[in-house]
Nanobody, 128 residues
Framework: QVQLVESGGGLVQAGGSLRLSCAVS????????VGWFRQAPGTERQFVAAMWSSGGKIRYANSVKGRFTISRDNAKNTVFLQMNSLGFVDTAVYYC?????????????????????WGRGTQVTVSS
């Protein structure tokens, strides 16, 4: 059974930082591409960041580029999202997702359909 479990969310002041973690089990993690998405109330889920299985290719949404960093630890089957300079617009439920390393991921890494497995999300709230 494949499971993705996010942690590390919480309440943070504007300008602060948080580090999200996502523990992945039930798959050969090193062969999977991973991504982070977020969903604010009343909006659709949107792409945040993606990392290919090799770790050598990374993509970010323009809204988080330069502030967020995605990384992975294959020995621990975990993907991370370091979030700095947080603002009110970053308030959302953050989801991690995983997909086997297939060729069409290159075209769909920023869309929900590019991923096979999802976590349940962790809430991030940025306050004044």
């Amino acid at each position: 059974q494949v499971q993705l479990v996010e942690s590390g969310g919480g309440l943070v002041q504007a300008g602060g930082s948080l580090r999200l973690s996502c523990a992945v089990s039930g798959v050969t993690f090193s062969r999977y591409n991973v991504g982070w998405f977020r969903q604010a109330p009343g909006t659709e889920r949107q792409f945040v960041a993606a990392m290919w299985s090799s770790g050598g290719k990374i993509r970010y949404a323009n809204s988080v580029k330069g502030r967020f960093t995605i990384s992975r630890d294959n020995a621990k089957n975990t993907v991370f999202l370091q979030m700095n300079s947080l603002g009110f617009v970053d308030t959302a439920v953050y989801y991690c997702a995983a997909a086997p390393n297939r060729s069409d991921f290159n075209g769909y890494y920023y869309e929900e359909r590019g991923y096979d497995y999802w976590g349940r999300g962790t809430q991030v709230t940025v306050s004044s």
